[in-house]
């Protein structure tokens, strides 16, 4: 560790009510107090809410685009990186963090999700996918109660492993 | 349509108990049966079945492999691509599919699941990982009874959309 | 080694005279002759002839595609993997790959080069790019005379590393 | 454009002489000087002269890691992505950048310019490959006295396109 900030990723939907937005755009704003670097999937939506967030509390943004274009980042990001890989993209987002958060979320977000899971990164669950294998609850999503508590978390998780 | 085999992938875990092998097995003798071509991951456990299955039935396997080495493939792969791309290269196993099925499943067999979900590819599950959404059963994996009922599901799927 | 068949690449543009195309094909039938899998892109012009070639001379032929859709590929490609990487499935077609022969090519094809160097693999050359570094001829492409010479160093460059 | 910061890739070797470096510490310091973010493969020898100038100059860099793990970045990368890809991240680091300066480079550096002259990057070279076609210098890779004329040149392709 020479310093680095920690990169917390924020996964969700392209689509999501104005009271999702908001969720978001409060996990955005935890994850800048905390001096962590946002990191999100550069579009729209659950995106745009959670890196807008960020910038509100003087954070920083990364977005990893799907396409080939910087320009389609949503105005909130601050280093749009452009991939060309299409969905597969999301495999880069989850990659690239220290933990993620995932808020609500379609299929999409269950990829990253499960990319999550399977490399072994903490992963935060807020109103999002929940997992049964063998009927079960699978326990690898950490629920949080709120924004607040899904950084708190998150934070935990990268800490104690 | 040039007339080229249907592909169906079969996805797995690396462990499985002595009775998931031989229902893998199974799987892979009814895609041979039905003429279509074994795609898998390439390595052992579930994906080994399937393509020993395969070949038993007298059909063709591929294997999409993580690492850099093609002599990684198991023995029963007639086509082992070495990618390179580490777990990421569930994606492509599924990408190269016309329908997925999945027979049990760690973490990395739901990171394919959710892709095959993302991609709009019919997906097939035998035992494997529930997804619940608000609480609700998610219908994007069809179930199957047995190996030659996931079959038989996977091809009305790829004919039917 | 489990008697699994080589796979040699045929890298190549879209765009090719017909006398171009002719050398293509002629190259297909020689690795086809030599009992190989052909390895391509998909599309049409040289991967297409190269692919031809191979099926006159009672091959198998493997097409790997930048698109989502396996009906782009050419109608001489047997087993038509869609990656939905674009451009960047151009590393993944020389990383499946025992040796690649490229054929004349654009920067497209430089790009297969560069990687099959890059990773170790076999390189022949047919009227294609050549290296300079630092003002002197670098040897890592081997120059090929004609068709049936480039399998023939292709094949030696397996065998002996 | 939203007033983000242009990304200016240096592609180079790990192995590189004390002049080489020096040179490579020049050319971070000028995209820097522009108010450009660094962008390079984040690992030694060159990437790192590159990222050491651009923050010596106040600069802000970015390195696109071909393995799994931030911490194997030098200690000049402020945002440090592991992608897990191995030498394909070689891509990664090309699509992000709006135009790319090669410095010196062994065959990694050659795909990375490979990469960004098939995906029409704008492509400066310092003493790097030259590549003939047809037995005629290919113009793709515009070449640049010094490392302050590299940068010049970069600019004014990105504004010109």
């Known amino acids: ?12 939907p392209h689509a999501c009510s104005a009271e999702e937005y908001e969720m978001g755009r409060e996990v ?5 107090g905390a001096g962590a670097l946002l990191v999100c999937g550069g579009l729209d939506g659950m995106m745009q809410a959670a890196a807008e967030g960020a910038k509100e509390a003087g ?6 685009l799907p396409g080939s274009e910087a320009a389609a980042a949503n105005p909130a ?7 060309g890989l299409g969905p597969f993209r999301n495999a880069l987002v989850v990659r ?35 997992l049964l294998r063998d009927e079960q609850i699978d326990h690898g999503i950490h629920p949080a ?15 104690h492993g």
Chains 1, 2, 3, 4 share one sequence.
């Open 1 to 12: 560790m020479n310093g680095r900030k920690l990169k917390i990723g924020v996964l969700g």
């Open 28 to 32: 955005g704003r935890h994850i800048a």
């Open 59 to 64: 954070g920083e943004t990364l977005g990893i």
């Open 77 to 83: 990001i601050d280093i749009a990186l452009p991939t």
């Open 96 to 130: 690239a963090c220290d933990a993620v958060i995932a808020v609500r979320g379609a299929y999409g977000t269950l990829s990253e999700i499960a990319f999550a899971l399977r490399l072994g990164i903490p992963t935060v669950g807020l109103r999002t996918w929940k």
């Open 145 to 159: 109660e709120n924004a607040a508590h899904a950084v708190e978390l998150a934070l935990e998780l990268i800490k």
